[in-house]
């Protein structure tokens, strides 16, 4: 099993449409968890992060924790073409009695105008 | 300048040369980290530092690769003897270094091709 695990898409959303991205992650003991944009041939830049269970806003972007199922989503609403980027999730991951990130494959989002 | 830099930005060399590449953080984030991303692939995980320690450095490395960082500043990470698997986007990313909140910034990487 994968440390963090995505659907690497694409998936395809039309312009206006909410956009779904999944997460799972194998350490049960994880605490802090984020969800990084990837424009192509551009490095990471975070959006998000989430440390409890539920939901957290941020403008278009809500993201959603369930540390019982180790689960983590990103919702986008009223998705622009501009949105069309790789999508990583990244947990913060106990190791060797040390914290560290690890990050998923990452999910290819394409908005269609 | 307030983010993280990587220089070079590109580097092109021959196989079995030695290359080398630096990471400047941002200068109050005490923890510094290196990955690695190949085309359609998730930034893998090659080691990371809190100050001057490396805490941790990815089985997953032969012992060609070597990270340093003095003094706990800037970091440089050596590949001795590339090979074409070598070839990929080598990132830096620096951050705070809090326990439950380890937001990370990324440099712009260095492009490795390796001939």
């Known amino acids: 099993q994968k440390e963090v695990e995505q659907n690497s898409g694409p998936l395809s959303v039309p312009e206006g449409a909410i956009a779904s991205l999944n997460c799972t992650y194998s350490?049960?003991?994880?605490?802090?968890f984020f969800w990084y944009r990837q424009y192509s041939g551009k490095s990471p830049e975070l959006i998000m992060s989430?440390?409890?269970?539920g939901d957290k806003e941020d403008g278009r972007f809500t993201a959603q924790l369930n540390k019982a199922s180790q689960y983590v989503s990103l919702l986008i609403r009223d998705s622009q073409p501009s949105d069309s980027a790789t999508y990583l999730c990244a947990v913060n991951m106990r190791k060797g009695g040390y914290q560290k990130v690890t990050f998923g494959t990452g999910t290819k989002l394409q908005v269609i105008p | 300048d307030t983010g993280v830099s990587q220089d070079p930005r590109h580097k092109i060399t021959k196989r079995g040369q030695n290359v080398t590449f630096r990471c400047d953080p941002i200068?109050?984030?005490?923890?510094l980290y290196w990955y690695r991303q190949t085309l359609g692939q998730g930034p893998e995980f090659l080691t990371y530092?809190?100050?001057?320690?490396?805490?941790?450095k990815s089985r997953l490395l032969s012992d060609r690769f070597s990270a340093e960082r003095p003094k706990g500043s800037f970091s440089t990470l050596e590949i001795q003897r590339t090979e074409q698997g070598d070839s990929a986007m080598y990132l830096c990313a620096s951050s705070l270094g809090q326990k439950t909140n380890e937001k990370l910034f990324f440099g712009s990487g260095t492009q490795l091709s390796v001939l």
């Open positions: 989430i440390y409890s269970n």
């Open positions: 200068s109050e984030h005490n923890r």
């Open positions: 530092f809190q100050n001057e320690a490396q805490l941790e």
């Open positions: 350490d049960r003991g994880s605490q802090s």
